[in-house]
Structure formats: structure tokens, C-alpha cells
């Protein structure tokens, strides 16, 4: 019996063995076993003894069999989005790499290029307290560099900053070769004269068509002709970006309106290019060519030298008034910088002053143009007033900056040395008070300017709008709409014996006459 | 902006194109460790920089416990304390004083006022006269009354009504940091008590204490903008040109500071 007893716990073992590997085969949906699951669920019934755990022992378990699934993450992931930063980032790192065909450039590099130094122009404009922040100004340098070489210019100059209320403009001023630099004829502007003809054209057929009614007679002023490219306001082409590391846009030329027009009106600068410029007088373009208006109102205002850097080329003609370009003076030894400090005698413009009219140069227009508007006396050298035909003149290229006019008792430059500590390395500074954020550095041989401001002239007192001109007089007189009165009865009466006896008199003169060729 | 952090934080708000040069900084750093503790100043900003005419003047505010000063100096060495602001002072300034700053203390701005009532024709002439000194005074405190900004969150009222630094402030993120209504004006609050019960709602009384920018009039007289590739944001005012506020985003940096000529914008409304 007990053989048999063996063999019956045997037997049972084997069979618990057996079922027992039954229960910790893996299930081929989950992975799961049997075997496994028990235990966790019995332990988990120990550790919690819940009440009725007979009753929620299904919900045990279904919980706990959640729990295993290993959390992965959602499918789903955000992309990473793009953020403005980043993609400027990645322009910018374009500053940073060397294009490939330079490598064989080195020595033409080295000799002559028209890259300016930024980096010696940005350490003499800290000591006077003008900077842009050390990174910005070598991203302004490379990108310059950039400029460079995708433009054949032969001279080149960061211009300077303008800041606008959305984005800010940074801007370059190049000089291209003789010849090179022509841009297609802005096509813009004729095609916008097409269309106010055509709109005048139709409104005329339609008018003329009803009672005529009276036309104007107001005649705009003819316009003037706008300077050619590579002399005067024109001379030099100017190319903005944004930020440095994005394209160069290159600016158009600026026309004589622009620049009269510009005087008048007082708006700061969006930072979008293409953004139009609304005001009174009308602003005969967008965002771009009030920019260019104001950098050539800049230029012309504020760009001086030490006296003596610039001299006039010996076959210039005779005229005073007509030179307009100058050269570097191979000659030139620096002025000491106590002196330059101190008088304005030292500093001269050498941009040719902007006339009324807009241009540099006077071009008579056959018309004498009417100023519909008062001007406010923005100018800052003194100029005679055009009468019919005289010509317009204003001071002469290379005129020292100590004649320049006063604004409203302030005058218009201010001058200081950057340090007093140690002179003998010291630079000395102008800053110009009627164009704010113009500044000019000398020191020793070498020079610069560089304008960071808003864009505007200071004017002194509040600004005034220009107002409308007065509206035209409705009708011309004329018979058929002079007001008479009405004829009262007598005289209507009266009238009209009078009609009766002249056709009476026509009756009788008839029937005679009838009666004398029936006879 | 604080000067223990100046020598970072004037790299961030060159934007306008002024700083101060190397030398200035020099002098600045050593003059200000000086003053603070020949004045027993607890914290010390420099406030900024005015173009006069012939000089610049650079001034700085201290805090004082309850006080709050103001210095000048020509040269970033020799510091000057200045008249406090009063408002009587502030109305003869604004009548007398036009044009630029001369830069010369001492200089006087004379204007005529001449009270007249109608008919009565009594005229008196009164002469307002203003010295330099009185003009700065006046102009730091209307720049300051105006448009000092600090970001939403940085300083927080307790129940009892102090204003305290928020030492948890970790800085505007870069969704919120574009938003001019988490700006808030340093000053005593002039439309928050003009607001309805249902606008209030989602303030939070210990943060939201200040007016916010977007609130100004004219609206645009602020331009927002990133600079430095989108790590600092940069806050110009039209009104006052020449103020400039930086913030850099997900770090408690701020500050402000005045670098310009001193003069209101009064054409701000043409020009926008």
C-alpha cells in the first residue's frame, strides 16, 4: 500500500508539475503567463486585503494585467517646429562658412578690397560711446563680405542702422565701377501714370457725355526730372537687410519728389520694405523709397571728413558750384585731435548739398514750379530763394561744417574728445544735433561716419502738418450761372408789347412786300 | 538697470546704438562701489545717459530704503546729487524749459509767462526761470513715471500691500515674452482701479498690481521686437525715443535703460 501511496504522490507531483508548466507557458498574445499572474494577484490580495475580495477579484485582476503594458510613448510626436530664431540662426551660419571659389582669391584679397574695416570702424565708434554690441558688429562685417562678393562693387561702407518700429534696417553704401550697377528702368512709376490716364480718360467720356461740368483748373507742377544714376543723390547705391545674414535688397534710385515730399512728412519706419507710407502730401512711393529719400537727406546732411582728406581732382572745370567729385589726397597728414574738437573749421561735407528742389544739380523746368505748400525752413545751409528762372545754389562740395545753419538756437554739431584721461590716443567725435544718431570720428590719418537713429530730423519745435490747399471754387462765373433776378410782371408785361409790336411790325413789312410782288 | 550687472546687460541694449565706452564702464564700476558706500545705498541702477549739447550727463538712482535718489556726473567719477522732483518744480519745467539739454549745470532756461485774464487786461509778466539741475530732475522723474518697464511676474505685492522682488521669477517664455501685456509699467497704477470687476478676473492680484503696456494710448508707442537672433527681446518706446527695456526670456535678466537727448516725442501721433 504504501508503493501504491508513493505512486499516487508521485503521480499528483508529476501532475502538479505538469499543469504547473502548462500555466508558465507564455501566452502568444501578451506574453503574458498564467503562473505569473496568479502570484502577482494573490500577492497583491495579501498586501491589500481588500473587503468582498472575492467579488472584485475579476477587477483585480483586469487592473493589474494594465499595469504590465510597458507605458510607450505616444505615437504622436510634435515635429520640431521651425522658430524664427532658428532659421535665422541657420542664415546666419551661412555668414560664417567660406564660400568655395574663394580659396584661390587670396592675393587679389589682400591687395586691394573694397571691404571696409568694421571692426576698426566699430573700436573707434566705442570710444565715443556708439556701438552696436560687439557680436552684431562682426555679423555686419561678414555680412558685408557677403555683399562684396555678390556684387562687383568698387567701394564699400556700412552706412549705418535705421530702426524701425516692427524690424530695423541695416544699411550698406557701395560704390559700383564705371558702367557696371544699371538696374532695369523702374517700370513702376509709368505704369502707374497709365492707369491715372486711362481712369482720367473714362471719367472724361462720361462726363462729357452729361452737362460739362467745370474741369479744373489746377495744373500740378511738372515734374522733376530725377538725377542720373552715378551723379548726385544717385551717386552712391544703397543695399539694407534686415538682420545680417539675410539677402541684400538693393534700394532704387531716389527722384527729386521723393526727396521734397519727405521734407514734409515725419513717420517713422515700419521695417517691412514694401510697407506704404501714408501721409500728407502724398509720398509718391512705399517704404523703400522713403528710405532711400531719408539716407540721401542723411548723406548729404552729415557725412563730413577732416579737412584736407578730400581735394578737388586738378582738371575739375572752373565752376565752383559743379564740381562734384572729389579725391583722396595722397598727401593728407592727420590734424591733431585736440584741434579737430575743438573747431568746426576742420570738418567739411564732402556730399553735395541736396537743393529745394531735390537735386543737386538745378534743372530749370520750363514751368515755374508752385510750392501749393508752406515748407518749413528745414534747411540747414542757406540758399536763395528760386525766383522764376534763377538757378538754385547751394554751397559748394567741401564747404566746412562751421557754416552749416543753426536749427532753433541749437547749433547743429557738437563735438568732444572720447577721453580726457589719455590724450595722446583720444578721437575726437561730432555729433550732429539736427539729424540725431549722425555720428563722425577722426583720429590720426583715419575717419568714419555712421548714422543710428530712427530716421528723422530734428526739428526743434512741434511738427505741423501741412495743410490741405483750399478747395477750388465751384463754378467758374460765367452767364449761365451768374444769379440774376427774375423780371417781375410789369417788366414781363412790358416784354412782351414789346414782342407783339416788333412781330406786328414783321407782319406788316411781309404783307407790304407780298403785296408788292403780287404787284 | 542694476549695476552689479552692467557690464552684460549694456552689451543687450545697444540696439539704439549708444553705450558707454570702455573707459566709462571702467570708471563707472569703480566710482559706483565707492558711492555706495559713502551713501549707504542698498541698491544702486544706473539710470542712463543724456545728450546735451556740449556734454552728456550720466545719471544714476539709488534706493534707499524708502528714498529714492538720484546723481549725476559729467565724467562717470564725480557724482552729484540732484533736486528731488517736485511737483511744482515739474510744472515750471515744462514751461520754461525748451529745447536741447545745454549739458552745462548751471545753465538757466528763462521763459515769460505772462498771466493775463481777458478782459481784465491785468498782465503780469512772470519770469520762470529753470536751471539745468531742476530740468534733469524733472526729465529722470517724468522718463521714469512714463515708461519704466518691468516684465509681468518679476515683483509681486503681498496682502499688506509691499511691493517686493519675486525671487522665483524664472523669466517670461518665448511665447509670452512677445506680448506686450506681460509688460508692466513701475509706477503707481493709474487704470487698474478704472477696471471692471469682470476684467480683474484673471488677474492675479499679487502679479497683476501694475498697468500693463498694452494699455498705453497711443497705441504703438511700444516696439517690440527680438534681437540677437531671438535671445533677448527688446522694448523701445516711441514716446520717450531713446528708452530702451530688454528681457531675456526664461531668465529673471531685465533691465531698463535712457540713452538720448531728454526730449519728449510730442509728434509720436504723426509719426505712427
Known amino acids: 500500500m504504501e508503493m501504491t501511496e508513493e505512486a499516487v504522490n508521485n503521480e499528483r507531483l508529476q501532475a502538479a508539475a505538469r499543469f504547473k508548466a502548462f500555466m508558465i507557458k507564455n501566452s502568444t498574445k501578451t506574453n503574458l503567463n498564467l503562473y505569473d499572474h496568479l502570484v502577482r494577484l494573490l500577492t497583491k490580495v495579501m498586501d491589500e486585503r481588500p473587503e468582498n475580495a472575492v467579488d472584485v477579484i475579476e477587477d483585480m485582476s483586469r487592473e493589474l494585467k494594465g499595469s504590465i503594458l510597458p507605458e510607450k510613448q505616444d505615437t504622436l510626436r510634435d515635429s520640431p517646429s521651425s522658430s524664427a530664431a532658428l532659421l535665422l540662426a541657420e542664415q546666419q551660419k551661412a555668414l560664417f562658412t567660406r564660400a568655395a571659389g574663394d580659396e584661390g582669391d587670396h592675393e587679389e584679397d589682400l591687395v586691394e578690397s573694397p571691404l571696409p574695416n568694421v571692426a576698426e570702424l566699430a573700436f573707434f565708434f566705442e570710444q565715443a560711446g556708439v556701438d552696436l554690441g560687439r557680436e552684431e558688429m562682426q555679423r555686419v562685417f561678414l555680412a558685408l563680405k557677403q555683399l562684396v562678393d555678390a556684387q562687383c562693387l568698387l567701394r564699400c561702407r556700412f552706412w549705418g542702422k535705421i530702426l524701425g518700429t516692427q524690424g530695423n534696417y541695416l544699411v550698406a553704401e557701395g560704390e559700383f565701377r564705371e558702367g557696371e550697377g544699371e538696374e532695369e528702368e523702374g517700370t513702376e512709376q509709368t505704369h502707374e501714370d497709365e492707369e491715372r490716364e486711362e481712369e482720367d480718360k473714362d471719367e472724361t467720356e462720361l462726363v462729357e457725355a452729361a452737362d460739362p461740368t467745370p474741369k479744373s483748373t489746377y495744373k500740378p507742377p511738372p515734374p522733376v526730372p530725377k538725377e542720373e544714376n552715378h551723379t548726385g543723390v544717385n551717386k552712391y547705391t544703397y543695399f539694407v537687410c534686415q538682420e545680417p545674414g539675410m539677402p541684400w535688397v538693393r534700394l532704387p534710385m531716389v527722384t527729386p519728389t521723393q526727396i521734397t515730399v519727405a521734407r514734409q512728412i515725419r513717420r517713422f519706419f515700419t521695417g517691412r520694405l514694401d510697407a506704404p507710407v501714408i501721409s500728407y502730401p502724398p509720398f509718391p512711393g512705399n517704404e523703400t523709397n522713403y528710405l532711400r529719400a531719408q539716407i540721401a537727406r542723411i548723406s548729404a546732411g552729415t557725412h563730413v571728413s577732416p579737412l584736407g582728406f578730400y581735394q578737388f581732382g586738378e582738371d575739375e572745370g572752373e565752376d565752383d558750384g559743379l564740381r562734384d567729385s572729389y579725391e583722396e589726397n595722397p598727401n593728407f597728414e592727420g590734424i591733431h585731435v585736440n584741434e579737430m574738437a575743438e573747431s568746426l573749421n576742420l570738418w567739411v561735407h564732402h556730399i553735395q548739398h541736396i537743393l529745394t528742389q531735390g537735386r543737386c544739380v538745378w534743372v530749370n523746368v520750363t514751368k515755374k514750379s508752385a510750392d501749393d505748400v508752406d515748407e518749413d525752413a528745414e534747411e540747414e545751409e542757406r540758399e536763395e530763394e528760386p525766383d522764376e528762372l534763377e538757378p538754385e545754389v547751394g554751397p559748394p562740395l567741401l564747404t566746412p561744417v562751421s557754416e552749416d545753419a543753426k536749427m532753433n538756437d541749437t547749433p547743429p554739431w557738437s563735438s568732444m574728445i572720447s577721453t580726457n584721461l589719455i590724450p595722446q590716443f583720444s578721437t575726437a567725435v561730432l555729433r550732429s544735433n539736427l539729424w540725431p544718431g549722425s555720428y563722425a570720428y577722426a583720429s590720426g590719418r583715419k575717419f568714419g561716419n555712421i548714422y543710428i537713429g530712427w530716421g528723422m530730423k530734428y526739428i526743434g519745435e512741434a511738427y505741423t502738418p501741412t495743410i490741405l490747399p483750399p478747395p477750388q471754387n465751384e463754378y467758374p462765373s460765367g452767364p449761365e450761372i451768374t444769379e440774376a433776378l427774375d423780371p417781375s410782371v410789369e417788366e414781363e408785361q412790358a416784354l412782351k408789347a414789346a414782342l407783339e409790336e416788333q412781330t406786328a411790325a414783321l407782319d406788316e413789312t411781309e404783307d407790304l412786300e407780298d403785296e408788292e410782288e403780287d404787284d | ?272
Open chain 2, 1 to 272: 538697470m542694476d549695476f552689479e550687472s552692467l557690464h552684460y546687460s549694456l552689451d543687450l541694449a545697444t540696439g539704439n546704438g549708444l553705450t558707454l565706452s570702455s573707459e566709462q564702464r571702467a570708471a563707472l564700476q569703480t566710482s559706483l562701489v565707492i558711492l555706495k558706500r559713502n551713501y549707504k545705498f542698498s541698491r544702486v541702477l544706473f539710470w542712463g545717459k543724456i545728450l546735451g549739447l556740449k556734454l552728456i550727463k550720466h545719471v544714476l538712482s539709488q534706493i534707499n530704503l524708502h528714498h529714492f535718489l538720484s546723481l549725476n556726473s559729467l565724467n562717470c567719477m564725480d557724482w552729484h546729487l540732484l533736486p528731488l522732483a517736485t511737483e511744482s518744480m515739474i510744472a515750471d519745467v515744462a514751461l520754461a524749459a525748451q529745447g536741447r539739454f545745454t549739458g552745462d549745470p548751471s545753465h538757466e532756461h528763462t521763459e515769460m509767462r505772462i498771466k493775463g485774464e481777458g478782459d481784465d487786461a491785468t498782465e503780469e509778466e512772470v519770469t520762470v526761470k529753470v536751471n539745468e539741475a531742476s530740468r534733469l530732475a524733472t526729465t529722470v522723474s517724468n522718463i521714469d513715471k512714463d515708461v519704466s518697464v518691468v516684465p509681468r511676474g518679476a515683483f509681486t505685492k503681498s496682502p499688506c500691500g509691499k511691493v517686493q522682488t519675486n525671487r522665483s521669477f524664472g523669466g517670461l517664455d518665448h511665447v509670452e515674452a512677445v506680448k506686450l501685456r506681460n509688460y508692466l509699467h513701475f509706477r503707481e497704477p493709474v487704470n487698474l482701479k478704472k477696471k471692471s470687476i469682470l476684467e480683474m478676473s484673471h488677474l492675479n492680484p499679487a502679479i497683476d498690481f501694475l498697468d500693463p503696456l498694452s494699455e498705453d494710448v497711443p497705441k504703438g508707442s511700444w516696439c517690440l521686437q527680438l534681437e540677437r537672433g531671438s535671445t533677448v527681446c527688446i522694448l523701445r518706446s516711441l514716446l520717450w525715443l531713446g528708452l530702451t527695456f530688454f528681457h531675456v526670456p526664461q531668465t529673471p535678466q531685465h533691465g531698463h535703460i535712457y540713452m538720448g537727448d531728454g526730449l519728449l516725442n510730442l509728434d509720436l501721433p504723426f509719426m505712427l
